[in-house]
Each structure stands twice: as structure tokens, then as C-alpha cells.
């Protein structure tokens, strides 16, 4: 199968999974109501255009996609490598950057989108985490009362122990254990963003 055909056929997966991102990019960035970051996410979320990498990890090529309102990504597969100006999507060295980075620091079973909603019986919120391989990413809490993103760097000073940093420089670390079965979790023993259960979603 060539790159392209790869990228046609993958394509849906690709932009499901940059929607978690950039629905956190909008809300901290434009900071709207729920319904406004809806809509925004909706009106965003469609390409404009596309970058096939040469770079590729596990079989898996680097696809930059440009989106409306000035926007881009780069992903690997449905794991989101980068988000940001419409020239991120075609930042080549960004992709070969990812390609070949050791992970030094990360665990790798860390790296993705998690969220809490599989595990959420009977709560009024939930909570999404997005951990990236350059060290960086977001949380996300969303009630009723609206929903609220920090960004973070991220790093794992020691097996099992998961130590983030927020922007604006608070600190903590949470104990966790990553299963995959009967799907992908990771459960914390000291809650992130008030939740103690994720499931991996991208």
C-alpha cells in the first residue's frame, strides 16, 4: 500500500483523533462557552490540506493536516504529534524529531489522548488528558458549569511514577499503573484532574 492510499484510508481516524486536541487548543486559547467551542471545533475540524511525511515510526508515516482558521497538526496515526499555526502541519523536521526520539524520560505507554468517560457512572464531569513524546500536553475538566485546560510538560523520574507540571508552575506526582485488558487504562493512585481512571483513546 502506498503512502497515499495509506492516508486515504486512514484519514478518518486521523482528524476523530486530533478532535480532542483541538477542542482543548479552542477552549484555552478563545476560552468560549461550551456551545461556541462546539461550534468552533466543528468549523475547524475540517482539512484543507495534507503533508505526507517521509518519516515514519512502527510502519506508521508522519501526516501533516492543515485546517481551516489558521491551524495545523501533525500526526502519527491518531496520536497527535504537534498542534498549532497552519505551518505546523508541514514541519518536516518535526516529524523526523518524533520519528527518531528515544523517549528519554517518557513511558511510552503513557503516550496518547486518555479520558475518563468509560469510568464515569453517575458523574456530572469528566476529565481527558493528552501526553505527547516531545514531554508536553493538556488536561481537561468539563462539568456543567463549563470547561477549564492547562497545559503541561510531563515526565517519569522513575517506573510508575508520572510527574506533571503545569504552566503556570505547580508541580505533583501521581503513582500509576497502565493495564490493556479488557482495554487500555491507566489508573493513578493520586487523582489528575480529579478523576483516578483513564482509558486510552488515542
Do not use: N
Not at 48 to 70: F, K, N, W
Not at 130 to 150: K, P, Q
Request: charged share 20%; proline share 5%.
Amino acid at each position: 500500500m502506498s503512502r497515499a492510499e495509506w492516508v486515504v484510508r486512514h484519514l478518518p481516524e486521523m482528524t476523530a483523533g486530533l478532535r480532542p486536541a483541538l477542542r482543548a487548543h479552542l477552549i484555552h486559547t478563545l476560552r468560549p462557552d461550551d456551545l461556541a467551542a462546539a461550534a468552533a471545533v466543528d468549523d475547524s475540524a475540517h482539512p484543507t490540506g495534507l503533508h505526507v511525511h517521509d518519516a515514519s515510526r512502527d510502519g506508521v508515516p508522519y501526516v501533516g493536516i492543515e485546517l481551516a482558521g489558521g491551524l495545523g497538526a501533525l500526526m502519527h496515526g491518531s496520536r497527535v504529534v504537534a498542534l498549532g499555526a497552519t505551518a505546523v502541519a508541514s514541519r518536516r523536521r518535526l516529524a523526523e524529531e518524533d520519528a527518531a526520539g528515544t523517549r528519554t524520560g517518557l513511558d511510552e505507554a503513557l503516550i496518547g489522548h486518555w479520558s475518563s468517560a468509560p469510568y464515569d457512572y453517575g458523574v456530572m464531569e469528566t476529565s481527558e488528558c493528552e501526553l505527547r513524546a516531545d514531554g508536553t500536553g493538556w488536561s481537561l475538566l468539563a462539568h456543567l458549569g463549563g470547561e477549564w485546560v492547562t497545559r503541561l510538560t510531563w515526565r517519569c523520574p522513575s517506573p510508575g511514577l508520572l510527574e506533571l507540571r503545569t504552566e503556570d508552575g505547580q508541580e505533583s506526582r501521581h503513582r500509576y499503573l497502565v493495564t490493556t485488558a479488557p482495554v487500555t487504562s491507566v489508573t493513578f493512585e493520586e487523582p489528575v484532574e480529579f478523576c483516578h481512571q483513564y482509558a486510552k483513546s488515542g
